[in-house]
């Protein structure tokens, strides 16, 4: 028997008192008080499903009390009784079977436990990242990183076929403002001569041209006329944004191997910003929009609640849409996805409506499976971010500064460490940091970066969930077991409160993947995972902190060496997919 047959078995019976259909789906939850049960089901759906009343008489206390009555020998296997608390039914197991059931399949399955398919068959885009070639990413990019990486993992899980998509952001006005400086006051420098990171060299003539046109607001249009040159194809023009922009992606591919982000398929605007040009000219042809007496192609949104937009401009030129537009259509033609998702700021909020509602105007029925998933900005102790004032934290600025801050939390801990291995460990503890920090918020939450905070080794951290599962480590290494745990284990022995605390979370991890990432309901929420590993953390801690585990007698010392190995596969499992790497020692 495995975890999944549990669930089947309840859900079975529940279907069959009431002659339920087999899509009828519910969730099991957990009861909020140990002596109340270990599973429980709630009866206002099926009640709904009934057309019985929510209360009174024959509401769903009653439901609850029907269903107890009608009790299957058949569940005896797994659970001893069930109570009827108001409208809920409560089920209690059979420990020595729950325990052995779970604690063996997460130790056989190891990496793949969790793993379900209900994505199977079908296709997910997620677009994150899309840098600027003009600057290096700042600390809002590597949340979008971050949130777009663990989202193509918990979808992976789910059994969907996930593409990851990354659009470089390589042309335009904010492209030309850097090669301009550079043009003026560059004086031939390289990334090389300046032992400098690609994207950083290049952001630093960005910054500087926008200090500059303070001064000479002139040197606009001169960057505008750059970028008349690059779309005419001037020699010199391509060749200079060419040179330029190789540095900055070289810069951002470095920052990316860094943080362990990588893409299955990369667009280039570039290539692509004028895909939409004959679209928009097709949909002028049949009145879906109209040209103004300066000849912009317009559209008006008035009736949907948004403004007019700018499709093309009057020389022809496209603007920003006019590329998302072609974008939009060439990855539904290319992947065809039952999902498509795009993880852009709230900034952008608006404009995802309109270019939403402007493809629902053109026919393309498809665009009801595009989503923006849009989060929330990073904010600094003085304010919002401004890459062109350069008051930005450069994100990879902000990893060198918190693995210069986990190395000093190593320091207290193990001073003797090699310098070679406080390094190896203070880039796995840094990123864990980062990475837990901004994924446990859901992520529409405007956040507040606090770097000291997220470092610590307690509290709501990704360095507090690693040393659980480092000092889960060390206990086996103290246990001198070199050949692996027991197949004889006696699991009557376990079954005090914070061992079924722990098991019931280890029960309802696979139902974590569920709640994180629901096409249905447009949920795309890694903060359900983040939330669930701490809960798991505190809950080793609070055990381990009362109950021995190596000087347990026999049977008691291998019962739980079993249950602990069991909460750190899953914690390693769990940390994965947020894209944290866990350390054995720290």
């Given amino acids: 028997m495995i975890i999944s047959d549990i669930k089947k078995k309840i859900v079975d019976f529940v279907r069959k008192v009431f002659n339920l259909p087999s899509d009828f789906d519910f969730e099991i939850e957990i009861p909020p008080e140990p002596k109340m049960g270990d599973l429980s089901i709630s009866c206002f759906k099926i009640a709904k499903y009934l057309g019985r009343p929510s209360a009174g008489p024959g509401g769903v206390n009653k439901i609850a009390a ?8 058949e569940l005896k296997q797994i659970a001893e009784k069930a109570e009827n608390v108001g409208p809920y039914l409560n089920f209690f197991l059979n420990k020595q079977a729950w325990f052995k059931t779970v604690c063996r399949e ?9 793993n379900v398919n209900f994505g199977k068959g079908r296709k997910v885009l997620i677009e994150y990242s899309a840098p600027n070639t003009n600057k290096p990413q700042h600390l809002g990019h590597l949340r979008n990183d971050f949130l777009g990486r663990a989202l193509s993992n918990l979808f992976s899980a789910a059994g969907f076929k996930v593409t990851r998509i990354n659009l470089i952001n390589d042309r335009g006005i904010h492209i030309c403002k850097s090669m301009l400086a550079y043009q003026k006051w560059g004086e031939e420098k390289t990334p090389e001569t300046e032992n400098t990171k690609g994207d950083h060299f290049v952001g630093k003539y960005y910054v500087l041209f926008e200090q500059k046109a303070k001064k000479n607001p002139g040197l606009l249009d001169k960057a505008q006329k750059l970028v008349e040159k690059w779309e005419e194809g001037d020699a010199q ?4 944004w060419q040179k330029m922009n190789k540095w900055a992606i070289d810069g951002i591919n470095q920052t990316y191997k860094k943080i362990g982000v990588d893409f299955d398929y990369t667009y280039y605007e570039s290539d692509i910003y004028n895909s939409g040009k004959k679209i928009i000219l097709k949909a002028l042809k049949k009145g879906l929009c109209y040209k103004r007496e300066d000849g912009a192609i317009e559209i008006d949104l008035a009736k949907d609640g ?6 093309l401009r009057a020389n022809g030129t496209g603007v920003y849409i006019t590329q998302d537009i072609g974008l939009a259509k060439l990855k539904h033609k290319q992947f065809k996805p039952n999902k498509s998702i795009y993880v852009v700021a709230s900034e952008q909020d608006y404009y995802f409506r309109a270019l939403f509602k402007i493809l629902e105007s ?15 900005m990073v904010f600094l102790p003085e304010g919002k971010m401004k890459s062109r004032e350069g008051k930005v934290i450069d994100a990879d600025d902000i990893i060198s500064e918190m693995e210069q801050l986990a190395k000093g939390e190593i320091l207290k801990r193990t001073p003797n460490l090699s310098p070679i291995e406080i390094s190896k460990r203070a880039e796995v503890i840094a990123l864990a940091a980062l990475k837990f920090f901004f994924l446990k918020f859901t992520p529409g939450q405007d956040v507040h970066f606090d770097p000291q905070a997220s470092l610590s080794f307690e509290g709501d951290t990704g360095p507090y969930i690693q040393y659980t599962y480092a000092r889960i480590q060390s206990i086996f290494k103290k246990s001198g077991l070199t050949g692996g745990l027991s197949d004889k284990v006696n699991y009557k022995v376990l079954g ?3 061992e079924i605390k722990l098991l019931k979370l280890l029960f309802i991890y696979p139902d974590i993947l569920r709640r994180s990432v629901n096409l249905e309901k447009n949920i795309y929420n890694p903060t359900y995972l983040c939330q669930y590993l701490l809960k798991i953390a505190q809950t080793f801690n609070e055990f381990y902190h009362r109950h021995p585990v190596l000087k347990a007698e026999s049977d008691l010392k291998n019962a739980r060496l079993v249950l602990i190995s069991s909460v750190a596969e899953v914690i390693k499992k769990g940390l994965s997919l947020l894209g944290i790497d866990v350390l054995i020692e720290m």
């Fill in 362 to 376: 053109f026919g393309f029925d498809w665009v009801r499976n595009c989503h923006h998933l849009s989060y929330g």
């Fill in 66 to 73: 029907q269903i107890k009555s009608y009790w299957s020998p």
């Fill in 496 to 498: 005090n409160e914070e």
């Fill in 237 to 240: 023009t391509i060749a200079l």
């Fill in 106 to 114: 997460i130790l056989k399955e190891k990496d793949k436990f969790g």
């Fill in 306 to 311: 948004l403004d007019k937009k700018v499709l």
